[in-house]
């Protein structure tokens, strides 16, 4: 599909003068595409909460990043030009932000645009763990939406990835625009953006370390007086004990059943059932790494 439906045109906001801080500034004007799979639930590094506190200005701007990131930026122009040499496709970065026609909170900035066709370049660098992620066809939940919400704001019919895993396997692949995944999306961002940042409404807290992390920098300073914690904080903090007596005994139970997978493998690599494939390999520092995949 290299075609899609005529609607106006994707507005545009230049970023090439700007300083990262600035940059991180002005993201903060709508819903980019990582924060898309955030708010959708898709993101693991980042919750629905981290997203409201990050564009209402609750949180102040962290331009600092960390090892990830910065290897990441490194890499992107050495994998842009390693995805022209493979491919044989032109890429120059756009250094602008598109900005939905009909809703000017959505909004998307790619890593690379591709000369003389309709799909752009997304480059991105993985673990060796997550190599699974990347097998055939497939492409981890957080990136498919981020490529999806770009593909919906610049109104383009498919895109490519340019990843490096491990460091030392590159790989490319082309991805479709998803009509009806765009459809369902849409809807979702912009009530979002309605109720939780027209509105001023928080997201509902859950479990994630990336709210935990937000919540402490909310509050860092201790001020006033013991808080009464109502009858429904009670309730919960009552299954909390509950629940952590039964958790130590699912983890013990959990590790006694790989234990016995252990112990029925003995020195093999790879072991099957009916209904799981388990391995037992040695990673690079020498220990066995128990891995079960359901069928």
Excluded at 34 to 40: E, F, H, K, V
Excluded at 47 to 65: C, F, H
Aim: charged share 30%; hydrophobic share 35%.
């Amino acid at each position: 599909m290299d075609q899609v439906k005529e609607r106006p045109r994707p507005k545009v906001e230049m970023t090439y003068k700007m300083n990262r801080y600035q940059w991180l500034e002005h993201r903060r004007k709508g819903i980019g595409g990582s924060d898309a799979s955030a708010i959708l639930g898709f993101n693991s590094w980042r919750s629905p909460y981290e997203v409201w506190a990050d564009k209402t200005g609750r949180l102040p701007i962290d331009d600092t990043g960390n090892e990830f990131t910065h290897w990441g930026n490194i890499m992107e122009p050495i994998l842009a030009q390693e995805f022209q040499r493979q491919t044989g496709k032109k890429v120059h970065r756009q250094n602008k932000t598109f900005v939905d026609p009909e809703y000017d909170f959505l909004r998307a900035d790619i890593d690379r645009d591709i000369v003389g066709e309709p799909g752009f370049l997304e480059i991105k660098t993985a673990m060796e763990f997550k190599s699974s992620e990347w097998t055939d066809d497939e492409v981890p939940p957080a990136y498919l939406l981020q490529v999806q919400h770009y593909m919906m704001v610049l109104n383009r019919p498919y895109c490519y990835f340019a990843t490096l895993i491990g460091g030392h396997h590159f790989l490319t692949k082309r991805i479709d625009r998803d009509d009806q995944l765009i459809a369902t999306m849409r809807q979702q961002l912009i009530d979002w953006w309605e109720k939780h940042i027209i509105q001023g409404i928080p997201p509902e807290i859950d479990g994630s370390d990336s709210t935990t992390n937000v919540l402490n920098k909310l509050h860092h300073e201790t001020e006033g007086q013991p808080v009464i914690l109502d009858d429904d904080l009670d309730k919960l903090l009552t299954q909390r004990e509950q629940l952590k007596e039964g958790l130590k005994t699912y983890t013990n139970d959990i590790k006694t059943t790989e234990n016995k997978v252990r112990a029925a493998m003995l020195a093999t690599e790879v072991g099957t059932s009916t209904n799981f494939v388990v391995t037992n390999r040695m990673n690079k520092r020498g220990n066995r790494v128990l891995r079960i995949k359901e069928r």
